[in-house]
């Protein structure tokens, strides 16, 4: 291990080597750049737009775009980057991660690497953890790039897409980690391509890297919606279902489980739901229920496929005959069952699309990062982001004072203890920042306070605006505030007069976080660019952390140390080793679990690739989506030839190919019986798929208009994929929850989660085959037919 570290700190320090010397070069402009006029250091701008286009690469730009942003931002904010800053910003355009101390002007840094990769037009993306803090930097930095001549859009949430569309088209777009998120999800179930806000995904800085790209990745991001009004359909379908008479209204074919209308079932459906077309495009979702009632009430079998109990419909499984305990059956078949026996039909709210963080921002050509803390987390950086932490020294030297922590045996000692040390501080003036994990805390500690009459301001991480000013005023003498470690991210704590010579801030931990980092954090707040500060960490053994981890042994230590007193208190370098092996535990747990939810997340990333290529080639297409609808039409004529072409020619199943013709393909005065008998099973592919063309020819001519044929095709897929899609996102939803389980039987629940996710994608994709070669066939053309 000391061997790795040795490794890493001396990899680090000809890293930083290296920086220095590109900064240099950076710094070798600044004479030059000085003596222009405003309008011609301006002109530089579209200089370098013009040579990138003409072929340089942003690397060869780099020294004279970070020395134009540099003089600009001295002229424009009055701010002039450290040399460590251009360093950090070299970093960033390289798409790694830039661990850079509080109060180094993390901010100023990323100017540089921002205006460099804007001068490509893409986009540059600029990634913060709440709103507030977005439209803060946007306003701030803004009026840098705006003199530079590029723009500057900010995407928030309750944005409309046209001022959304503008936002992402800027030049510099500044958003949050989640509206970035959804708006990605939200282009992708889109219907026409103008409706897109995104462009294409170019480069992201995220600002607190750690907090967006760690903390949050264990939670996807999900849009879902209500499956509106649909319990009434589903009893609707249920009522159809249960008029039909076997073999003349419907046909079950229990290879496939599942069950089709005849022509006289389809007339039926017309008559009893009031419509000329069953299978016209607007009717795409009752048919989707139709096709459920059907099978519910034709091919599942009660106690056998499922039970019902306490007004639950269960599923048994097939294998064991156990019930199986929150499965539900996928694609409305569990809601068509509770209707067929008449329990209470269950809405749910359907995952309509899905992404992990890891998944989203891997798509980025380039991303990179800044945070004041990312060593710790190194390897999950470049593992799952592939970005290399580099830290980056601080531009004066750190003279805070870290004392070791101090141990108490109970909670009450501690928070005896924290008042006395608030009290002693506030007494001489220093102005302290009380660092509590849990809100709760930092409410019993604002109620000691009172009582002690110590006035103080309480922040939980509420209020991203107000939070911001009171951070900002943490650093005034005699200002105690009390804080979750977390709130308050972004801002700096600037010392007020007088505080310089009372000792700086003094940060006091009240508990360890379970993360290293965090603390680190809670730590660099105070002894910003080489002001004076003070930190310690207060624990006791009825600390969650010490519970979960440590106590015991430090238990064992205290025995050997024959500490026995309520109000002992133990101040050792050995503590701080004993939680902080703790913490390692912790985050090795934690890493585990986000790798955990990656590796599952990647089964629904290929997936999702998958299908948003494909839709978006059918959204992008200018002229015929003949070459997707007809392999489509091909590849179910063949499923179906096949399956029911099997073993002997005389125990063939004609007939079934007989009723998905007429069900799916073409009316039944244009097929019969004996134009399939004596034909190989390759000879009926071709005459069906020669009725199928037939039938496409025909529909192309009854809409003279390439355009509208286009639209329709474009009606018919989006439909069926997008019903089918939403479906199986759901459908993979409960196969994850449920999947668990299996390690029971010795199996690994990733493999099994691959292996039936993979079969009930191919499944779906049959499924959309089919749905489109019928909604296409039997549909009838409209000239205004719409998405």
């Known amino acids: 291990m000391a061997n790795v570290l040795k490794k890493w700190v001396e990899s680090d320090k000809r890293r930083v080597k290296q920086l220095g010397k590109i900064a240099d070069r950076v710094s070798a402009y600044a004479e030059q750049y000085s003596k222009l006029s405003d309008e011609q250091l301006q002109a530089k701008t579209a200089e370098f737009q013009k040579r990138y286009q003409a072929g340089e690469s942003l690397d060869d730009l780099l020294p004279e775009a970070f020395a134009v942003a540099r003089e600009g931002a001295h002229r424009v904010l009055g701010l002039t980057p450290f040399k460590v800053q251009i360093m950090g910003g070299i970093v960033l355009h390289e798409g790694n991660i830039a661990e850079m101390k509080t109060g180094e002007g993390k901010t100023l840094t990323a100017t540089m690497p921002v205006y460099l990769n804007a001068l490509s037009g893409k986009g540059v993306h600029v990634v913060t953890v709440n709103e507030y803090l977005s439209e803060r930097d946007a306003e701030q930095m803004g009026q840098l790039y705006n003199w530079l001549g590029l723009t500057v859009g900010v995407n928030k949430s309750d944005m409309s897409p046209e001022e959304k569309r503008a936002a992402y088209n800027a030049d510099i777009t500044y958003s949050t980690n989640s509206e970035i998120g959804f708006d990605y999800l939200r282009d992708n179930m889109v219907v026409y391509e103008e409706d897109r806000v995104q462009r294409p995904l170019n480069f992201a800085l995220v600002d607190e890297v750690d907090s967006i790209l760690i903390d949050e990745a264990r939670t996807p991001l999900i849009i879902s919606g209500q499956a509106r009004g649909a319990n009434e359909m589903y009893k609707q379908a249920d009522q159809f279902a ?213 006035p103080h301001v309480v922040l939980n991480a509420k209020n991203h605006a107000k939070e911001a000013d009171i951070v900002a005023n943490a650093g005034q003498k005699g200002a105690v505030t009390i804080a979750t470690n977390m709130a308050g991210r972004g801002t700096d704590i600037k010392l007020g007069p007088g505080v310089i010579e009372v000792g700086g801030l003094a940060v006091i931990g009240t508990e360890r976080h379970e993360s290293r980092r965090i603390d680190n954090q809670l730590r660099g707040r105070a002894g910003r660019q080489g002001d004076p500060g003070y930190s310690q960490f207060y624990l006791s053994l009825e600390d969650d952390l010490m519970r979960r981890f440590g106590s015991d042994r430090i238990k064992n230590v205290l025995k050997t140390l024959k500490v026995e007193d309520d109000d002992a208190v133990i101040r050792s370098r050995m503590i701080t080793k004993q939680v902080e092996s703790a913490q390692k535990r912790v985050e090795g747990n934690n890493y585990d679990s986000r790798k955990n939810v990656l590796k599952y997340d990647n089964v629904m990333s290929e997936q999702r690739d998958v299908i948003y290529g494909e839709r978006n080639r059918v959204i992008e297409e200018k002229k015929s989506l003949k070459w997707v609808l007809m392999p489509m039409i091909k590849r179910t004529i063949d499923h179906i030839v096949d399956l029911h072409t099997q073993g002997d020619q005389k125990n063939w199943n004609l007939q079934t190919i007989l009723g998905f013709a007429t069900s799916s393909l073409v009316s039944p005065n244009e097929i019969s019986m004996n134009m399939l008998e004596g034909k190989s099973a390759d000879q009926i592919k071709e005459f069906l798929m020669g009725l199928a063309e037939k039938q496409y020819v025909e529909k192309e001519k009854e809409l003279q208009d390439p355009a509208q044929v286009l639209e329709f095709e474009k009606v018919v897929i989006l439909r069926v994929v997008d019903s089918h899609w939403t479906d199986h996102i759901d459908a993979m939803d409960q196969l994850r929850e449920s999947i668990g389980l299996r390690g029971y039987g010795q199996l690994n629940p990733l493999v099994e989660y691959q292996r039936e996710g993979s079969r009930m994608f191919e499944e779906m994709v049959a499924d959309i085959d089919y749905g489109v070669t019928r909604l296409f066939m039997k549909a009838e053309i409209r000239q205004n037919i719409q998405r």
Do not use: C, W
């Not at 409305?332 to 008449?342: N, P, R």
């Not at 359907?350 to 992404?355: G, L």
């Not at 531009?395 to 040390?421: C, G, H, M, W």
């Open 242 to 454: 249960k008029t039909l008479k076997a073999t003349t209204d419907y046909k079950v074919d229990l290879e496939t489980k599942t069950v089709s209308l005849t022509e006289t079932g389809i007339r039926k459906a017309d008559k009893f739901f009031n419509l000329k077309n069953i299978y016209d495009t607007d009717n795409t979702a009752l048919t989707h229920h139709i096709d459920q009632a059907l099978r519910a009430n034709y091919v599942m079998e009660l106690d056998k496929d499922y039970v019902v109990k306490d007004d639950e419909v269960l599923i048994v499984d097939s294998f064991t005959g156990r019930i199986m305990e929150g499965r539900r059956f996928s694609d409305g078949l569990h809601q068509a069952l509770e209707a067929k026996e008449g329990v209470t039909i269950q809405e749910e709210s359907k995952t309509m699309a899905n992404i992990t963080y890891q998944n989203l921002f891997r798509r980025y050509r380039k991303l990179a990062g800044m945070t004041g803390t990312a060593k710790t987390e190194q390897e999950e950086f470049r593992e799952i982001y592939n970005m290399n932490a580099v830290s980056i020294p601080t531009n004066k030297p750190v003279v805070r004072i870290d004392e070791s922590d101090v141990l108490y045996p109970t909670l009450q000692s501690k928070f005896d203890a924290v008042i006395d040390k608030v009290k002693e501080l506030h007494h001489r003036g220093q102005p302290i920042l009380l660092g509590t994990v849990a809100v709760e805390t930092s409410e019993y500690l604002s109620q000691r306070l009172d009582q002690e009459k110590i």
